[in-house]
């Protein structure tokens, strides 16, 4: 992993740069470029337009490990106001939340509860509920959770990382029950005890794990692949394999986050591929911001660009 990575992870769990950074200017400006709003409205309006194109969505409210048990609430409340605006917008759009946005840190039984209505509330509208994964010190809670979800329904998700020395073996349980997986490389500092930090293991581990999910003993009710990565080696490998396996397009979707290489999203859902984009939106965008400027360290000449326009 790069200096400036490790440097910019470090920053996103920094509450003193968060503070500062989000009431400075040039760095509003440049969360545009990833983020359409900070307002849900504006995350229905952009998936809209995307809509035309081929390019369904899926819609999350930034934030992460809330401070008391009552913001839980709010979060819930929020999420179903969402499901109501996908409805009413007449998208095809489904929602990622954060154990941790739930009340995960204060009460796990009462963060369960939470899920268990946003799942039957997805359920009822047909749509998917997407939970993300967060730093490994909620790994084994967050699969815990997924797996008395998924006892009741097919319809949750969970986002598994590739980095995690662990996701092998992870996978083959999840793989057995008919799991909705998102596999993605993992956005967090993690030890080299728990994580592989070599960019080259990752990518490998990354289409070793994909691959593993498109067998056919991986082919269970409710079992479904979400290869949530911006690679286009990784993907066009992955679609080679798709191709010579004969695998359905049922089986698996594509998912990218808003603003990154647009045209390949547009291009995926061209070639008849399943694409969904990852619209994120709300004020707490800091931590998530800089996990996202960690992955190209042109993004931050992009920032470094804009400090002097403005
Ligand atoms: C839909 C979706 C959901 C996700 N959910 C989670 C989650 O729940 N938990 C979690 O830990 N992580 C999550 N992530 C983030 C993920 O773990 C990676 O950190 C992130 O996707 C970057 O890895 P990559 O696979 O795109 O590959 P990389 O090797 O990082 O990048 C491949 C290429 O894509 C381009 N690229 C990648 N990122 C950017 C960027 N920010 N800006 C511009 N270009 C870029 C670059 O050209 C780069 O060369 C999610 C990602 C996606 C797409």
């Not at 080259?200 to 479904?224: I, M």
């Not at 800089?290 to 992009?302: C, D, I, K, S, T």
Request: a positive charge.
């Amino acid at each position: 992993m790069s200096v400036m990575r490790k440097v910019l992870l470090w920053a996103s769990t920094n509450a003193w740069l968060r503070e500062r950074a989000t009431r400075t200017h040039f760095v509003r400006i440049s969360v545009r470029k990833f983020m359409p709003g900070e307002h849900i409205e504006d995350a229905i309006t952009a998936a809209v337009a995307l809509k035309p194109q081929g390019v369904n969505a899926i819609f999350t409210k930034l934030g992460e490990n809330i401070s008391q048990l009552s913001e839980a609430q709010d979060v819930y409340d929020h999420y179903i106001k969402v499901l109501s605006l996908i409805k009413g917008a007449g998208i095809d759009g489904e929602i990622s939340i954060k154990p941790t946005q739930l009340g995960y840190d204060q009460d796990k039984e009462i963060c369960f509860d939470y899920c268990m209505k946003i799942l039957n509330a997805c359920e009822a509208q047909n749509t998917l509920f997407w939970i993300d994964m967060e730093g490994s010190i909620y790994t084994q809670g967050t699969i815990d959770l997924f797996k008395r979800l998924r006892a009741h329904s097919t319809k949750v998700g969970i986002a598994i990382q590739a980095y995690m020395i662990r996701t092998d073996k992870d996978l083959d349980d999840l793989a057995a029950l008919g799991s909705t997986i998102r596999m993605v490389k993992g956005a967090y500092l993690e030890p080299p005890t728990v994580a592989f930090a070599e960019k080259s293991k990752v990518d490998e581990q990354y289409y070793k794990n994909c691959a593993r999910l498109l067998q056919d003993d991986a082919n269970r009710p409710g079992a479904l692949l979400h290869m949530g990565t911006h690679d286009t080696i990784l993907q066009d490998r992955l679609l080679a394999l798709i191709k010579e396996r004969q695998i359905d397009k049922s089986r698996y979707e594509f998912a990218m986050l808003y603003g990154i290489n647009t045209p390949r999203q547009l291009e995926l859902a061209r070639r008849g591929e399943r694409i969904r984009c990852l619209v994120a939106y709300g004020e707490y965008w800091f931590p998530w911001y800089m996990r996202r400027l960690g992955e190209r360290p042109a993004n931050v000449w992009f920032v470094i660009k804009n400090i002097f326009k403005g």
